[in-house]
């Protein structure tokens, strides 16, 4: 579900040099069109879907646009943000049917870089650098994990 700027919503972050979602994006994709001062997805085939520019935009311009096989026409996802959490409101193609909503904190006081996403699962024995990891050792022909080799292998 590709994002997308609603253009009625969106001032371009107030016309600065470069706007929120054009920081944020991990893949580059968001412009900001210096004629018209409003941020647009270059190219929405291409997202990531990480939603990072929905959740940082300050006037919630850029929302979230469903497949047409997965999220039927006339249902939404849309998100607002507080300076505490992220709401996220679920709303269905039927109207009849109230709308979901799911609230997520926002991680404060981590310096850029620092987050450490891991810190609430705790993994033992170094579990996530294991090179089983992937795959049980039966996977990887060898009790003990995966062989070593000092050249490549030829037929």
């Known amino acids: 579900m590709p994002s997308y700027v609603n253009a009625e919503k969106c001032d371009g972050c107030k016309a600065l040099d470069t706007t929120a979602c054009q920081h944020i994006c991990?893949?580059?994709?968001?412009?900001?069109?210096?004629?018209?001062?409003k941020a647009y997805n270059q190219e929405a085939a291409q997202c990531w879907e990480c939603y990072s520019c929905v959740k940082i935009c300050p006037t919630q311009a850029i929302e979230v646009r469903g497949y047409a096989?997965?999220?039927?026409?006339?249902?939404?996802?849309?998100?607002?943000?507080?300076?505490?959490?992220?709401?996220?409101?679920?709303?269905?193609r039927d109207k009849g049917i109230r709308p979901k909503r799911f609230k997520f904190p926002?991680?404060?006081?981590?310096?850029?870089?620092?987050?450490?996403?891991?810190?609430?699962?705790?993994?033992?024995?170094d579990d996530l650098k294991s090179p089983t990891l992937m795959c049980e050792p039966s996977g990887l022909n060898t009790e003990d994990g995966p062989v070593k080799m000092d050249k490549v292998p030829t037929l």
Do not use: C
């Open 26 to 37: 991990p893949n580059d994709l968001m412009v900001l069109n210096t004629e018209t001062t």
């Open 69 to 92: 096989d997965f999220v039927p026409l006339g249902a939404s996802v849309t998100a607002m943000r507080s300076t505490e959490d992220i709401l996220w409101t679920v709303q269905f």
């Open 106 to 125: 926002i991680r404060k006081g981590v310096a850029e870089g620092q987050a450490q996403a891991f810190d609430h699962y705790p993994t033992g024995d």
